[in-house]
């Protein structure tokens, strides 16, 4: 997959895709920048950092239609969410900036004919109003949670809209029903001009099949919305496998058996997200709700987002970025001087340096001094690795490698049986959780991950050919990658018997030149996001930390560094790829 045109979106001409082309070291900082020559180009981006156009457009009508002309909106999917938008306005924006707030909701219209099929996918908008000075904050909270609504239901949901089948709900005093247009109304008795059973069974069940057909197109069941999230689950549990595909929609049988190696793992302690940073933000927010207000601990050099959420969802957290032998030494003097903690945060590789920490000694802290342990699997995924019997809770996104075919997000969390807080988690949920995923996005994310375990097999074996190019060649100043990091030791006590080191590694170069030129060069896709089932190249550093290049640089993450998302490619072909793009580098050649 190669070729992409800036601002192309990857995979081309995917409406929803995950992915957008940045083809060369110039366009990345072009983006960053907000250079028009990069922005202007763009057709999409990656989803948390890039609102979609079709959310820009129902945004923009409910604008029009319900706030001041110059106002903007941010739309959640629940009222819950966004009173939780408006309260982290409240908290971080200067008060002239928020006095003019404020909130609508809009509801099916129950009266419309199609309104029993349609409520199965709970079509609900809530819209956060505010200035456009106040807007950052807004979009601050939807980034860091991952709260926002997705595309698909974007466009769903604004088919409604302007169609009249979304009301106005103001708790109970909104105006009169919007029946909608003349098409979506009952139909009337020839005879006399009277509603008639018949009459109106028969034309709510055409529009009814109309309007799914419009929506959804001729494969997707509505029916299988529910079987195919108790798929998702036990693919994550383990305990579905292979290339299974679900007969029907009859609940399936209970589980048996799984791969995380929890006797006790139910498929109801896996709860299903719109996007993994939202897995991460609700898994704090419920060990703050049952824990109470305490600091919690983010260990080692993490994912941008997660580290923002400790940061400021809370009372903060302790930061210790390099994530070493050293950093846990520190910890257990804090513990044993007294401090206690919430939870400790960490991702198992990490992201980028994909190193590992202790999770058997930080296990051990944890009992010893009452603190939750929270593991981001992402990257090891559950296929190579078992980090479930040291976790309280493991959180993944299924954004990456478990779909593959970046054209949809998902996250889940699981809360271990096992552990100390599971009880007290469960009640939380019980009490707090929203189902917030999007049927379509379910729809796709459970097709799209029939195949994960069979894909992993392919992806640990190119990216340990490619790590052994890339690690022998005189350009290459460090690689990280479980499998040569210092930390291996930590990667091999939770690795599978059958599992591999992945599919993601990262790389510097002694030379910066050379670096920019190896990226220009190599003849993959180039953009954000990984996991994907064709190799995805990125200058990690520059699109994440942009701004705080040297506060990355402190803890050994350097702005140079390329970060490559292992595919499916033939092997033979995909390291030909990487050796010519080193002969480039080697030559000074760009394409910049």
Same mark, same amino acid.
């Given at each position: 997959?190669?070729?992409?045109?800036?601002?192309?979106?990857?995979?081309?001409?995917?409406?929803?895709?995950?992915?957008?082309?940045?083809?060369?070291?110039?366009?990345?900082?072009?983006?960053?920048?907000?250079?028009?020559?990069?922005?202007?180009?763009?057709?999409?981006?990656?989803?948390?950092?890039?609102?979609?156009?079709?959310?820009?457009?129902?945004?923009?009508?409910?604008?029009?239609?319900?706030?001041?002309?110059?106002?903007?909106?941010?739309?959640?999917?629940?009222?819950?969410?966004?009173?939780?938008?408006?309260?982290?306005?409240?908290?971080?924006?200067?008060?002239?900036?928020?006095?003019?707030?404020?909130?609508?909701?809009?509801?099916?219209?129950?009266?419309?004919?199609?309104?029993?099929?349609?409520?199965?996918?709970?079509?609900?908008?809530?819209?956060?109003?505010?200035?456009?000075?106040?807007?950052?904050?807004?979009?601050?909270?939807?980034?860091?949670?991952?709260?926002?609504?997705?595309?698909?239901?974007?466009?769903?949901?604004?088919?409604?809209?302007?169609?009249?089948?979304?009301?106005?709900?103001?708790?109970?005093?909104?105006?009169?029903?919007?029946?909608?247009?003349?098409?979506?109304?009952?139909?009337?008795?020839?005879?006399?001009?009277?509603?008639?059973?018949?009459?109106?069974?028969?034309?709510?069940?055409?529009?009814?099949?109309?309007?799914?057909?419009?929506?959804?197109?001729?494969?997707?069941?509505?029916?299988?919305?529910?079987?195919?999230?108790?798929?998702?689950?036990?693919?994550?549990?383990?305990?579905?496998?292979?290339?299974?595909?679900?007969?029907?929609?009859?609940?399936?049988?209970?589980?048996?058996?799984?791969?995380?190696?929890?006797?006790?793992?139910?498929?109801?302690?896996?709860?299903?997200?719109?996007?993994?940073?939202?897995?991460?933000?609700?898994?704090?927010?419920?060990?703050?709700?049952?824990?109470?207000?305490?600091?919690?601990?983010?260990?080692?050099?993490?994912?941008?987002?997660?580290?923002?959420?400790?940061?400021?969802?809370?009372?903060?957290?302790?930061?210790?970025?390099?994530?070493?032998?050293? %950093?846990?030494?520190?910890?257990?003097?804090?513990?044993?001087?007294?401090?206690?903690?919430?939870?400790?945060?960490?991702?198992?590789?990490?992201?980028?340096?994909?190193?590992?920490?202790?999770?058997?000694?930080?296990?051990?802290?944890?009992?010893?001094?009452?603190?939750?342990?929270?593991?981001?699997?992402?990257?090891?995924?559950?296929?190579?690795?078992?980090?479930?019997?040291?976790?309280?809770?493991?959180?993944?996104?299924?954004?990456?490698?478990?779909?593959?075919?970046?054209?949809?997000?998902?996250?889940?969390?699981?809360?271990?049986?096992?552990?100390?807080?599971?009880?007290?988690?469960?009640?939380?949920?019980?009490?707090?959780?929203?189902?917030?995923?999007?049927?379509?996005?379910?729809?796709?994310?459970?097709?799209?991950?029939?195949?994960?375990?069979?894909?992993?097999?392919?992806?640990?074996?190119?990216?340990?050919?490619?790590?052994?190019?890339?690690?022998?060649?005189?350009?290459?100043?460090?690689?990280?990658?479980?499998?040569?990091?210092?930390?291996?030791?930590?990667?091999?006590?939770?690795?599978?018997?059958?599992?591999?080191?992945?599919?993601?590694?990262?790389?510097?170069?002694?030379?910066?030149?050379?670096?920019?030129?190896?990226? %220009?060069?190599?003849?993959?896709?180039?953009?954000?996001?990984?996991?994907?089932?064709?190799?995805?190249?990125?200058?990690?550093?520059?699109?994440?930390?942009?701004?705080?290049?040297?506060?990355?640089?402190?803890?050994?993450?350097?702005?140079?560094?390329?970060?490559?998302?292992?595919?499916?490619?033939?092997?033979?072909?995909?390291?030909?790829?990487?050796?010519?793009?080193?002969?480039?580098?080697?030559?000074?050649?760009?394409?910049?």
């Amino acid at each position: 997959m190669t070729g992409f045109a800036l601002g192309e979106s990857i995979p081309p001409d995917t409406a929803h895709a995950v992915s957008v082309s940045l083809p060369t070291w110039s366009a990345n900082i072009g983006y960053e920048e907000g250079q028009d020559w990069v922005i202007g180009r763009m057709t999409i981006g990656y989803p948390r950092f890039f609102i979609h156009k079709s959310i820009q457009a129902f945004a923009n009508d409910l604008v029009q239609k319900f706030g001041p002309p110059s106002s903007k909106a941010m739309l959640f999917p629940t009222r819950q969410i966004a009173a939780r938008c408006v309260a982290f306005l409240t908290s971080r924006a200067p008060p002239a900036l928020t006095a003019n707030l404020a909130v609508i909701h809009l509801t099916l219209d129950t009266a419309s004919p199609s309104a029993k099929t349609l409520a199965l996918f709970s079509p609900a908008i809530s819209a956060v109003l505010c200035s456009p000075d106040a807007f950052p904050f807004a979009k601050e909270y939807w980034q860091h949670a991952g709260d926002g609504i997705s595309s698909r239901r974007a466009e769903f949901c604004h088919g409604l809209f302007r169609d009249g089948l979304l009301r106005l709900d103001d708790d109970g005093k909104q105006k009169k029903p919007c029946r909608g247009p003349r098409r979506y109304q009952k139909g009337q008795s020839i005879d006399d001009g009277k509603p008639t059973v018949v009459a109106r069974e028969e034309a709510a069940q055409e529009e009814e099949s109309r309007f799914l057909e419009e929506r959804f197109g001729r494969n997707l069941d509505v029916s299988f919305v529910e079987a195919a999230k108790s798929a998702i689950r036990r693919r994550i549990a383990g305990a579905l496998r292979g290339d299974h595909e679900l007969g029907g929609v009859a609940p399936l049988p209970d589980m048996k058996t799984n791969s995380r190696g929890i006797v006790e793992l139910r498929e109801d302690d896996i709860y299903l997200f719109p996007c993994g940073m939202n897995a991460i933000f609700n898994a704090h927010r419920a060990l703050l709700g049952v824990r109470g207000g305490m600091k919690s601990i983010n260990f080692g050099f993490p994912y941008v987002d997660t580290l923002k959420i400790l940061q400021k969802f809370g009372p903060g957290c302790l930061f210790y970025g390099h994530g070493s032998d050293e %950093d846990l030494d520190a910890l257990e003097a804090r513990l044993r001087g007294g401090e206690r903690f919430l939870a400790l945060f960490c991702e198992f590789p990490g992201n980028p340096l994909l190193a590992c920490p202790d999770l058997g000694q930080i296990r051990r802290l944890a009992d010893e001094y009452d603190f939750a342990l929270v593991v981001d699997e992402t990257i090891g995924t559950f296929a190579n690795i078992n980090v479930l019997q040291f976790a309280d809770v493991v959180v993944s996104s299924l954004t990456k490698i478990f779909s593959g075919d970046c054209n949809v997000m998902g996250g889940s969390a699981i809360f271990n049986p096992s552990g100390r807080y599971y009880a007290a988690l469960k009640a939380f949920a019980q009490r707090e959780f929203e189902d917030t995923y999007w049927a379509e996005d379910v729809i796709f994310m459970e097709r799209n991950s029939r195949d994960f375990v069979s894909r992993i097999d392919r992806v640990n074996a190119n990216a340990e050919a490619i790590a052994g190019v890339l690690r022998c060649h005189p350009l290459i100043k460090r690689i990280y990658y479980p499998q040569y990091v210092e930390s291996r030791k930590n990667y091999e006590a939770c690795k599978l018997p059958g599992g591999g080191y992945g599919g993601l590694l990262s790389v510097t170069f002694h030379d910066r030149t050379k670096a920019v030129a190896f990226y %220009d060069a190599i003849e993959t896709a180039k953009g954000p996001s990984l996991g994907t089932n064709f190799t995805l190249v990125s200058p990690y550093v520059l699109l994440a930390h942009y701004q705080e290049l040297e506060w990355a640089a402190s803890f050994g993450v350097e702005p140079d560094l390329i970060r490559v998302s292992v595919g499916l490619e033939e092997t033979g072909h995909i390291v030909k790829v990487f050796e010519s793009a080193l002969e480039a580098a080697e030559k000074g050649a760009t394409l910049a």
